[in-house]
């Protein structure tokens, strides 16, 4: 068999038939094989060494080189911090607008409460006896009583689900003529936009995704909206641009309204004099 090479390669020396082994060393060229009683060692040798560096660098180089690392994830982190400044100073707006929607109608009710008392939809409403003392403090404070039947009359407004717009409809019936609070207009970037009651809508529901919905929108009710479009994330982002462009249109409404509210109660004024 070795003589028929089935056993692999092999060598003749001195007329006796050698087989190459280990297997594997029968692919090396016969010129590199050791010579016939001879052996080829292979030997690994492993050193294990002890060194101490010493590597002076400058805290400040290394500040430098860690925020370089960590750009990327720097500007994210302030892009979102941005996101969460405009997203609080966004509520706060809208706190403070409809805070001034509720003074308008006090101030109408301190004022000219007849706009409103007089009214067939409003005489319909009452008080008890029980209600009256509590609300002038046994009779001692009238206008803590004024202020309170305000206050309900603020409350039943709010009841109906549209909350600022119902406040703002009162307003427009009793004390403005039905003149449309929502006719204004505000430019933004050059171009001139009209204001309407979808507007307020569009605004209303931003905040109302961030505060009820944890900033994660609504599709069906977003997807008619006009001042903004459904962000890709779906979750509500408040950049500087749709920011600006909410706080502006706050501003046109409120001064709209304030006009209104001034020409008309310099007409009851007038009346009284």
């Not at 180089?61 to 960590?70: I, R, Y």
């Not at 409403?125 to 609300?135: D, G, L, P, Q």
Request: proline share 3%; aromatic share 10%; net charge neutral.
């Amino acid at each position: 068999m070795a003589n028929n090479h089935e056993l692999g390669y092999t060598i003749v020396e001195k007329d006796v038939t050698y087989i190459i082994w280990p297997k594997d060393q029968q692919s090396i060229n016969s010129e590199e094989l050791p010579k016939f009683g001879k052996k080829t060692y292979k030997v690994e040798v492993e050193q294990k060494a002890l060194a101490s560096i010493n590597i002076e660098q400058n805290p400040r180089d290394f500040v430098l080189a860690l925020m370089g690392k960590s750009t990327k994830t720097m500007n994210v982190l302030e892009k979102e911090a941005d996101y969460r400044l405009n997203e609080n100073t966004f509520l706060s707006c809208w706190s403070a607008f409809e805070t001034f929607i509720k003074n308008i109608i006090y101030t109408f009710l301190d004022i000219n409460p007849s706009l409103i008392f007089e009214s067939k939809k409003m005489g319909k409403e009452t008080i008890t006896y029980k209600e009256i003392y509590e609300y002038s403090d046994a009779f001692n404070n009238i206008e803590k009583m004024k202020r309170m039947i305000a206050d309900n009359i603020i409350c039943n407004q709010e009841k109906n689900g549209q909350s600022i717009h119902s406040l703002i409809n009162l307003i427009k019936e009793y004390f403005l003529k039905n003149e449309d609070p929502y006719n204004t207009w505000y430019v933004y970037d050059g171009i001139k936009y009209q204001i309407d009651y979808c507007t307020l809508i569009d605004i209303k529901e931003i905040r109302n995704t961030i505060v009820h919905d944890k900033g994660v929108v609504n599709v069906s009710r977003w997807k008619n909206m006009k001042l903004v479009p459904i962000p890709k994330s779906g979750i509500v982002e408040i950049d500087d641009d749709l920011f600006n462009r909410c706080l502006i249109i706050l501003k046109a409404i409120s001064f709209r309204i304030n006009q209104l509210a001034q020409k008309q109660l310099s007409k009851g004024l007038s009346k009284k004099d």
